[in-house]
């Protein structure tokens, strides 16, 4: 009797509704945040400019992210993708440093692991098995 009692006092649409404003709010502080990080990250608008639209953005909430996503939408997109390959540049270039430097973790190059394992062979150190093997994994 108590569960009839509930569920009458609270109906199923109000629910749907509650949820529904819920994740509206989660939607526009999301938004907000979006919206305040390309803002605060663009170097092409002065302090001045930041200022006014953080004032229309809390004076005016909704209106406010939603002007701002219309007239700077495009150009908050370019600047993400410029960043995102800002970042893949820098991080292919250190890549690219580090497999330079060292292909097996000791500093030289394959030419001089070759060299290297061809004086072990002439030493009588390695076997010529052995010198095929390193030869192959040096050049694999």
């Known amino acids: 009797m108590i569960l009839a009692a509930s569920s009458s006092s609270y109906p199923f649409l109000s629910l749907v509704w509650t949820m529904f404003v819920f994740f509206g709010w989660i939607l526009w502080f999301w938004l907000l945040i979006m919206v305040y990080t390309d803002m605060f990250r663009r170097r092409d608008i002065g302090g001045g400019a930041k200022t006014l639209w953080v004032i229309f953005t809390l004076l005016v909430p909704f209106?406010?992210?939603l002007t701002y996503l219309i007239t700077q939408g495009r150009s908050m997109g370019e600047r993400?993708?410029?960043e995102a390959q800002r970042q893949r540049s820098a991080m292919d270039e250190?890549?690219?440093s580090v497999a330079a430097t060292s292909t097996n973790g000791s500093g030289s190059n394959g030419a001089d692991e070759i060299v290297k394992a061809k004086s072990l062979l002439d030493s009588g150190?390695?076997?010529?098995?052995?010198?095929?093997?390193?030869?192959?994994k040096v050049l694999a």
């Open 63 to 65: 209106i406010g992210v």
């Open 80 to 82: 993400r993708e410029q």
């Open 94 to 96: 250190y890549v690219r």
């Open 125 to 136: 150190a390695i076997t010529a098995d052995e010198y095929d093997a390193m030869k192959r």
